[in-house]
């Protein structure tokens, strides 16, 4: 897959969540929920397991639900319920490999593929909950600008040992810029959280670069929306950390 492909779709995702502090909650909800619906049907594809459909409905209705769950719960832990529909998507994947039966091919890497992108998918709640949880854009607003930074780095044709230490300097230089704009966030964690939301995109990113091109489309959607929704728990909790 393209790193322009990937960068654009990620992009897009993020200004997408971001509308959602002009929006509203509703708005911010529909987007976690189509976001996870894209990601999950696509995972499968993208991994190249078996059971693509069911595997990909499991992770598919893992997101939706922490997106739901978080924009409707009272709080003030409004992610209280996703730890639990991430274990039942880890067990329904269990299920799954069970009645596949004995001696069917690429069980183990159909678990753990499987497994990883209910975590992932379930993450995205964590945008939702950050929006609940202050009502104030800002943090949001510096994740995104941080991680689009480091999705525009992923873009250029360099290799993954120049392009990961310089996605995450611009971002950690990108993070305080933002702050200085969005929010009442000191330098130090805003730099801080930069090149932790860097980290995350260039990791991403190596696993693209590891696993070659997506057979198709919607593996394609699937792994540029990876690194976007495995934000949403960083910024939720960076929130709560550094913010109350």
């Known amino acids: 897959m393209k790193s322009s492909f990937a960068g654009l779709v990620g992009i897009v995702a993020l200004a997408a969540i971001v509308a959602g502090h002009a929006l509203g909650l509703g708005y911010g909800i529909g987007v976690g929920v189509v976001l996870s619906v894209v990601f999950g049907l696509g995972w499968p594809h993208y991994l190249g397991i078996p059971a693509k459909k069911t595997l990909g409905t499991v992770v598919a209705l893992t997101g939706a639900a922490s997106s739901l769950t978080a924009g409707l719960s009272a709080g003030p832990d409004y992610l209280v319920w996703t730890p639990l529909f991430i274990a039942v998507g880890f067990g329904a994947v269990l299920v799954v490999q069970l009645i596949r039966g004995t001696g069917q091919a690429h069980r183990l890497e159909s678990t753990l593929g499987a497994g990883t992108g209910v975590a992932i998918a379930g993450f995205v709640g964590g945008w939702v909950a950050s929006y609940r949880f202050l009502g104030d854009p800002g943090m949001t607003l510096i994740t995104a600008i941080s991680a689009a930074v480091a999705l525009l780095v992923g873009m250029l044709p360099w290799p993954d040992r120049v392009g990961a230490p310089l996605a995450i300097v611009l971002a950690a230089l990108a993070g305080p810029l933002a702050a200085l704009v969005f929010s009442d966030l000191r330098i130090v964690p805003a730099a801080v959280l930069g090149a932790l939301v860097a980290a995350v995109i260039a990791s991403f990113h190596r696993l693209r670069t590891l ?24 910024v939720y909790f960076m929130d709560k950390l550094l913010l109350t």
Do not use: C, D, Q
């Open 211 to 234: 696993t070659g091109a997506p057979r198709n489309l919607f593996g394609a959607l699937s792994a540029a929306l990876g690194p976007v929704l495995s934000l949403g728990a960083l």
